[in-house]
């Protein structure tokens, strides 16, 4: 039951520019995760937005959240080669805010 | 990584045989997930559990089985009726209490089946 739908599903730029990934769901949500993926590791947490927030920031991340189109958005700017990895938006299934469903990725390269 | 642990890295397996991954973690945490992964691909809720002796199957259960007899265990078993198990395994925990609970994930182990 795919929830959560990332867009590009890669994505290549150069160090220093902006990176800006989008995350479409289906149902109603209280929150929206995202998450970053470095090659062949486990999953880290990068930060969560709430129904009722538009916008969250934390260091170079800053993520959006309208609810009535059903989308989120994850920027990074001034991107680091360090920063390449594959970056999941998750959000819970209908019924259960403490399981997640993920999407498939977005791959995002950072070119020294 | 955080508190969880995932043992063995890589396996690999014979058609045919169970196999048995590990999931440990310090985080006092009540709720433990395995998800699979394959290539190029979001993650997929194995089975989940929300607190000790209980677990849940979750959008791909079949060929798989789990048990949780201690909070910080949560071992996964890949039995031979599993069609296709070679792809990455992840484990994760969440502190249960709540409705917003970000998980913790494992380092992975890569089953390969020869």
């Known amino acids: 039951s795919q929830q959560g739908e990332e867009d590009p599903q890669a994505l290549s730029i150069q160090e220093g520019e902006n990176a800006t990934m989008n995350c479409s769901y289906k149902t109603s949500i209280n929150n929206l995760q995202w998450y970053r993926q470095n090659s062949g590791r486990g999953l880290v947490h990068l930060i969560l937005i709430r129904s009722n927030e538009r916008e969250k920031h934390s260091g170079r991340l800053r993520v959006t959240l309208d609810t009535s189109k059903k989308s989120s958005s994850l920027l990074i700017t001034a991107s680091r080669a360090a920063d390449t990895a594959s970056y999941f938006c998750a959000t819970p299934p209908s019924g259960s805010a403490r399981q997640l469903t993920f999407g498939s990725g977005t791959q995002l390269t950072v070119l020294p | 990584d955080g508190g969880i642990t995932q043992s063995p890295k890589y396996l690999f397996r014979k058609e045919g045989q169970n196999v048995t991954l590990s999931c440990e973690q310090n985080?006092?945490?009540?709720?433990m997930y395995w998800y699979r992964q394959d290539p190029g691909q979001g993650l997929r809720l194995i089975y989940y559990?929300?607190?000790?002796?209980?677990?849940q199957k979750g959008d791909i259960a079949e060929g798989y089985s789990v048990s949780r007899e201690k909070k910080e265990s949560f071992p996964l078993t890949v039995t031979s009726a599993q069609k296709n198990p070679t792809a990455f395994y992840l484990c994760?925990?969440?502190?249960?209490?709540?409705?917003?609970?970000?998980?913790?994930f494992g380092p992975g182990t890569r089953l390969t089946v020869l």
């Open positions: 994760a925990s969440s502190i249960s209490s709540g409705d917003y609970n970000e998980q913790f």
């Open positions: 559990s929300q607190i000790v002796n209980d677990f």
């Open positions: 985080l006092n945490h009540d709720a």
